[in-house]
């Protein structure tokens, strides 16, 4: 046995943590790694001058991708290895108070600013020995674990040419490649057709005329006959899992712009997503005759609040994020000016700190919200003066940052509200103004007159040439009154006087409280309503904008370069670019009745007009080939067999070549998904590549992290267009658009003789952007040549076809250059937290109005059962697409949540944090319910459900397994309740056996431990394969599960 000191890896070691299987070409393989880790933390134990990881020239700033949040972190590089990962100490999301931005490099690496386990255990993400380095292209049937290494050039030349690909396995088919699918080419063609199916979509013309105006061009269509779908390019679909700013744009460039597909989607419909789109429709507000704009992410004031209600989150786990919410939440709960209540059918860490848990039954987060709101509104402990300002003069003169529409009129028809009363109707103003009425007269408003000052009744049920009229919260405070408290209290479980507990203490603090919700309050099918009775709670005590109350995001700098004072407007920088159109394969942004496929109720499948990136109707829809089939399909960092609720259920789908003739991946590994494509392209980590951070959710100043290589890719490096570049999504689509001739990539890209041969041509004008200012005189200061310097250093491990520092200046015009290196220098560009509030108030306030009405809504119909949506919060029970109730069908409710060292599906390379902290997941039940069923801890049990009455999971080819688990009780979770943490049970990312060029690589069974429930998840009786979702904002229903747990 070896002896080594304390703390330090061996190379046995390391063969044994990490399963290390070197020799094939194929894996990253980085033996030394350990050995330098730990000669890089035993310097922590001699005199700090020495330490190799506080010298600035061993320290770059990039920004995290562990989870969504994306902290700004500080890597520590020693000898070229990634050896340490800390918060940057620059950003207000990881240290409060943040260093000055001026702050010189030589100081600040002293300073490490704090971060979550996952972040700290990104080295093992980067560094994961079943990590892609080549091509893979699959050497038998699809998910057979088949795979040969092919040359890059050869692998693009096959996808972009298409042919008899496979033939070499015995498949004669002919495989379209892209060249068969982006047949229109012409901007000009593509920008008038697409201005003109605007048009066919008002109705404006018809299909004949259209038809008649193109009969020229009518073969670049899917349907001449439904012109609607768009061009034959439609039939190619992007699917891309977690992607940031920046890449966002780079991909769109390329897919919508260049091969001129409309089908880029997101997975967000997996996440929160209806909670941001309520929140959004929440916050529109009215200009040029429509509602646009919005907020996505309104949060409580952690750092002032004194009292919130948190429901479907947990903060110190998961969300917007822990390293940002913990310590302001920690300090208000220590030093007593902050009361918490928690509603979550499980005692999360929160929860176990706060004065009330109320541990609600699952999907009744609206009817908690509406007994609130009637106990609110019977015990007038509301803000009637915040709530009778309708319109900007009003909210000024009370000293208000924004009002409502809770006096506005809404008509009434047949029982149905619909559109707001508009002053034309009434003979006052213009159909542009609202209508209130105020001591028995009615009054126009312009919700944006900043001059005339209109207050409105909040509470009106009159008749105006008998047309009923309502207000907005005459209709909310109907609704309410449906029920009274103790039937709230046996819908959500609760005691009806913990209700009226915490409707009193929310309403006895003024402004410093808030309701804090996200997803597993909108993870129902009911989900939108939940949100909606949830936000209005907020309104009714007017929080948003103070200080300790409801604010905003402040987010970041404008990086696409769309204000004025920016060099490089990125909107404007692609000559010839194409004008996507048409229905997108998932429904989405379009109203079924404004189609050609309109023929009354049910649609074939349902349409998502308020929403966008419905992850969860994508292969269902390439199932029934509605609207129309996809031919070719290229998924990156996206993996619905195992993210997407009943995932497995598509993959007949997946196997099918009929279906999906051309099914390429980019991906890190082979993954639970991609393990079923044709065609396997590496991607190099967000530790190695660019893009932009979001604004974190929960900082108050300007955050913009940028995230840049901080180590050499490990992808191996092709030449491309005479330029060395490691292997990466990127270079996949430059090489693409090279073959195939697209606008927007190559040497004239962004005019002529400004090129896009390497990433960093495109992301360094964003960052240069960033550098900018959202106003004159709001640039960065020049970076001195100590900086400069410092630069080049920090770099020298990096590859030349990663860092090639001519290349990058000339990126951007020399004036540029020295603003870049020192956003760069700092990872970003950060205000000082103490800019955070003017007096008692947000200095970036979300303004303007809030809407407990939602009159787009509330006037449109589901596309499947013909029914009207409803424009306020409601209770709902579960139901399907065609509005059928979903019956209890077993044991126990299933919920799902995540710890903190784990997010979805990526973590589990991580042997510091999530296999060594809990190598595995468990059946968590109560100890009654574990009484009832006679099951004790450890007992392994197979979860089934009413759409998998098996508990089986099919792996495709003659492979299953069963969804099984162990039991673990607990006092800490509702009885009928079922809960089980997500990222575990994995059957790919190294977990198992695949053979490469014809040798077994062996998989890793630590990664397959545990169990992963998504196979079991509650389906759609009217839709095959698909879960139940959300309509509204389009969620994916992970919460409506009933489960029985089966023995074995």
């Known amino acids: 046995m070896e002896s080594t000191p304390k703390g330090q890896l061996t190379r046995r070691d390391f063969l044994k943590s990490t399963a290390f299987l070197g020799g094939t070409g194929l894996l990253a393989t980085q033996a030394g790694i350990f050995g330098k880790i730990g000669k890089a933390n035993a310097a922590t134990e001699t005199n700090g001058d020495a330490y190799e990881l506080a010298k600035p020239e061993n320290v770059l700033y990039t920004c995290c991708l562990q989870c969504t949040v994306a902290c700004s972190i500080k890597t520590k590089v020693y000898d070229g290895v990634l050896s340490k990962i800390d918060g940057n100490p620059y950003s207000p999301a990881n240290m409060v108070p943040n260093l000055p931005y001026n702050l010189p490099l030589e100081d600040a690496v002293r300073v490490d600013g704090k971060l979550c386990p996952k972040g700290q255990a990104g080295i093992q993400h980067v560094y994961d020995p079943y990590r892609l380095r080549k091509v893979l292209k699959r050497a038998g049937a699809r998910g057979s674990g088949k795979w040969n290494v092919i040359p890059f050039e050869q692998a693009v030349d096959e996808i972009v040419n298409g042919g008899q690909l496979f033939n070499e396995i015995g498949e004669d088919r002919q495989v379209p490649g892209l060249k068969d699918i982006a047949v229109l080419r012409d901007a000009k063609l593509a920008k008038d057709m697409a201005a003109d199916i605007a048009d066919l979509r008002k109705k404006k013309i018809t299909v004949a005329q259209f038809q008649e105006k193109y009969k020229d061009h009518l073969d670049v269509l899917i349907d001449p006959n439904h012109p609607d779908l768009g061009p034959k390019n439609n039939q190619f ?262 209700i009226i507990d915490v409707a009193r203490e929310f309403t006895s603090h003024g402004k410093k409280a808030a309701v804090e919700f996200y997803r597993g309050s909108v993870k129902h099918t009911n989900g939108w309503y939940n949100a909606q009775a949830l936000i209005a709670l907020n309104y009714l005590i007017g929080n948003p904008d103070w200080k300790g109350g409801l604010v905003k995001p402040a987010g970041g700098w404008d990086y696409i370069g769309s204000k004025p004072n920016k060099p490089y407007d990125m909107s404007k920088l692609h000559p010839g670019k194409l004008s996507a159109f048409g229905v997108p394969i998932t429904k989405e942004t379009w109203q079924y009745e404004e189609s050609t496929l309109f023929s009354g109720y049910p649609a074939k499948r349902p349409w998502y007009p308020f929403s966008g990136n419905v992850a969860q109707e994508t292969w269902p829809s390439i199932a029934d080939g509605y609207p129309y089939p996809i031919k070719a399909v290229l998924l990156s960092s996206h993996t619905p067999m195992y993210s997407v609720p009943g995932g497995t259920h598509q993959l007949r789908t997946l196997l099918d070549p009929q279906k999906v003739p051309l099914l390429i991946a980019c991906d890190i590994v082979i993954g639970e998904t991609s393990m079923y494509a044709d065609y396997i392209f590496p991607d190099i980590t967000y530790l190695e590549r660019w893009s932009v951070g979001q604004g974190p959710h929960h900082v108050r100043v300007k955050s913009t992290a940028v995230r840049q290589p901080v180590i050499p890719a490990l992808t191996e490096t092709v030449e491309l267009d005479g330029e060395q570049l490691p292997m990466s999504l990127e270079t996949l689509m430059m090489a693409i658009s090279k073959k195939l001739n697209l606008s927007g990539f190559g040497s004239n890209a962004f005019g002529s003789g400004v090129p896009l041969k390497r990433p960093e041509d495109f992301y360094l004008k964003l960052m240069a952007n960033v550098a900018y200012g959202d106003k004159e005189g709001d640039v960065v200061p020049e970076a001195n040549d100590q900086e400069l310097n410092l630069f080049t250093e920090s770099r020298r491990h990096l590859s030349p076809a990663v860092f090639n520092q001519q290349a990058w200046q000339k990126a951007v015009k020399p004036e540029d ?120 801890n450890g ?76 196979p079991i998840f509650r389906l759609d009786d009217n839709l095959r394969g698909t879960p139940l979702s959300e309509p509204i904002g389009g969620s994916a229903s992970f919460y409506d599960t009933w489960v029985t747990l089966q023995k074995v």
């Open 817 to 936: 250059w020295r603003k870049v290196v020192t956003v760069l220098n700092r990872g970003g560009r950060f205000e000082s937290v103490d800019k955070a509030y003017v007096g008692s108030q947000q200095r970036y306030i979300l303004g303007g109005i809030k809407r407990f009405y939602i009159e787009e809504v509330a006037t449109s119909r589901h596309s499947m059962s013909g029914n009207y949506f409803s424009g306020y919060g409601i209770y709902q029970e579960i139901q399907d697409s065609m509005g059928k109730k979903v019956e209890v069908e077993g044991d126990l409710k299933l919920i799902t949540h995540k710890e903190v060292f784990v997010t979805q599906s990526r973590t589990i390379s991580n042997y510091w944090s999530e296999i060594s902290l809990q190598p595995e997941n468990y059946v968590q039940i109560s100890r009654q319910d574990a009484q009832r069923l006679g099951l004790k």
């Open 237 to 498: 679909l992007f699917q891309v899992g977690r992607i940031h700013n920046g890449r966002i744009e780079f991909t769109k460039r390329f897919v919508n712009n260049a091969l001129g597909s409309v089908n880029w989607i997101e997975k967000t419909s997996l996440c929160g997503q209806t909670s941001n789109k309520a929140w959004v429709r929440s916050t529109m507000n009215y200009t040029d005759g429509k509602w646009s704009g919005g907020v996505k992410a309104p949060r409580p004031d952690w750092a002032n609040i004194e009292f919130a209600l948190v429901l479907g989150t947990i903060v110190f786990e998961a969300n917007y994020g822990p390293v940002q919410e913990s310590e302001p939440i920690t300090e208000g709960l220590a030093s007593g000016r902050l009361k918490l209540a928690v509603a979550d059918p499980r005692l999360t860490k929160v929860a176990s700190k706060a004065w009330k848990w109320l541990p609600l039954k699952p999907g009744t987060d609206a009817a908690l919200g509406l007994g609130m709101i009637r106990w609110i509104l019977e015990n007038n402990r509301y803000d009637q003066k915040y709530l009778e300002n309708a319109n900007s003069a009003a909210a000024k003169a009370d000293s208000e940052p924004s009002w409502s529409d809770a006096s506005y009129l809404v008509k009434v028809k047949d029982g149905r509200p619909g559109k707001y009363l508009r002053a034309d109707e009434v003979g006052l103003g213009n159909k542009e103004q609202f209508v209130v009425y105020r001591s028995g007269n009615f009054f126009a408003v312009d919700p944006n007159d900043t001059e005339k000052p209109i207050e409105g009744d909040i509470l009106v049920d009159t008749v105006f040439k008998e047309i009923p009229l309502k207000t907005s919260l005459q209709l909310v405070r109907e609704e309410a009154f449906k029920q009274t408290l103790d039937q709230y209290a046996e819908i959500t479980g609760l005691k009806v006087q913990d």
């Open 939 to 1014: 007992d392994m049990v197979r979860v089934k459900s009413q759409s998998n009455p098996e508990g089986v999971q099919d792996l495709g080819n003659g492979q299953q397994r069963f969804v099984e688990g162990k039991v673990k009780t607990m006092e800490g979770i509702r009885p009928g309740v079922v809960a089980v943490s997500t990222g575990y049970g994995h059957w790919a990312f190294g977990s198992s056996d695949v053979v490469v060029d014809g040798v077994v690589i062996k998989g890793d069974s630590r990664r397959a431990t545990g169990i992963h429930v998504n």
